[in-house]
């Protein structure tokens, strides 16, 4: 931003990449601004970093790469959506005092003994894993008032399990890893459109077996972690059941534009660089093929950095394909 030739347009919402004539060299971009107003910008390099679901939404609306069709298992734009797995293990105290009111977020105890390999999976029936943390976020009082199992949701003897819980009281949370599945995708919704008339994007997810038989793992050793502190009782939670947008879980959305080494079966090569057009580089979750057992941002981080630096000392000085298909 130091830069006199820098220059931040807010307010903008880019609709899509242009390209040539021959589709495979981004010309620009075509933008919204705030008055309404539509836009091109040209450009010699374009870098998507919309966020993983709208870097899928704005490959998928310009047409670059073939869009993923579950049924033939062709295409790749769209391909390996995949979430996390969450549970909780509230524990209660008679006379302890946790005050988690007073915890900041990066306070806490995560483990990863139950993490991708790192444990014997012989008879338990699934791959992979997930973390187990204990944190204290504050005790933000809308959001955290637990209480007992068997407490009503509303009335006068709900407020009373609140006011005596909320100070003796810690959550005990696993974040399961999630394998992508065919069956899980994201394409263009063909009946809903934005304001600007454009398909939503359409995102299709279910758990499979592998993920419930996982977090029920994870959430016992959460359980036994909570009885081994010696509470008054403990409240598990599991994640049941289909998917369901409603409850809020996690905001960790992975895959759709993967990274890989053949662009039969991958959208970006490992510089995070459009196989089909190589001006162009996406940047974010959606280059995850799986869900880890961790939550993102430190590695969209990383991998950042590390296309920032290639497209920088390498892409400019020779401007081209990173990789050989
Ligand atoms: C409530 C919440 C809690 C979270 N907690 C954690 C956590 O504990 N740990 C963790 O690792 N991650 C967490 N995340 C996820 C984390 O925020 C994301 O992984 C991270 O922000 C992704 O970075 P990004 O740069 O890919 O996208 P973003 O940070 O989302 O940036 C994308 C930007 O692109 C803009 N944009 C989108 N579409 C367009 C368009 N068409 N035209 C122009 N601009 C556009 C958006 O306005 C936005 O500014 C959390 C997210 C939320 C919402």
Request: aromatic share 10%.
């Amino acid at each position: 931003m130091r830069k006199d030739n820098f220059e931040l347009r807010t307010e903008c919402e880019v609709l899509k990449v242009n390209l040539d004539s021959s589709g495979r060299q981004a010309t620009g971009v075509t933008y919204v601004d705030a008055q309404g107003q539509e836009w091109e910008q040209p450009a010699q390099l374009v870098i998507l970093c919309a966020f993983a679901l709208h870097n899928v939404r704005l490959l998928l609306l310009s047409e670059i790469g073939q869009p993923y069709d579950p049924d033939t298992q062709t295409g790749t734009v769209g391909k390996n959506y995949a979430y996390q797995i969450v549970s909780a293990v509230d524990v209660f105290f008679d006379d302890v005092l946790t005050n988690t009111f007073i915890g900041a977020g990066s306070l806490g105890m995560g483990i990863d003994e139950f993490n991708g390999d790192n444990f014997d999976h012989t008879g338990l029936g699934f791959i992979g894993g997930g973390y187990i943390a204990l944190w204290t976020t504050n005790g933000r009082p809308i959001e955290t008032h637990p209480t007992p199992e068997g407490t009503p949701k509303w009335g006068s003897k709900w407020k009373r399990a609140v006011v005596e819980n909320y100070l003796k009281q810690c959550a005990i949370s696993t974040h399961g890893a999630v394998m992508s599945h065919r069956g899980n995708y994201l394409d263009l919704d063909p009946s809903y459109r934005d304001v600007h008339g454009q398909p939503l994007m359409r995102l299709t997810f279910d758990y499979t077996d592998n993920e419930h038989r996982m977090s029920d793992y994870l959430t016992d050793r959460a359980a036994d972690i909570g009885r081994a502190m010696k509470p008054r009782e403990i409240k598990v939670s599991r994640r049941e059941g289909h998917y369901s947008t409603v409850p809020y879980q996690t905001t960790h959305n992975t895959g759709g534009a993967i990274m890989g080494a053949d662009p039969k079966s991958s959208v970006v090569n490992r510089y995070l660089q459009s196989w089909d057009v190589p001006n162009l580089f996406v940047m974010g979750a959606c280059a995850f093929p799986q869900n880890p057992g961790y939550n993102p941002t430190g590695t969209v981080g990383a991998l950042t950095y590390w296309a920032a630096d290639a497209i920088r000392n390498q892409y400019l000085k020779r401007p081209g394909p990173l990789v050989q298909a």
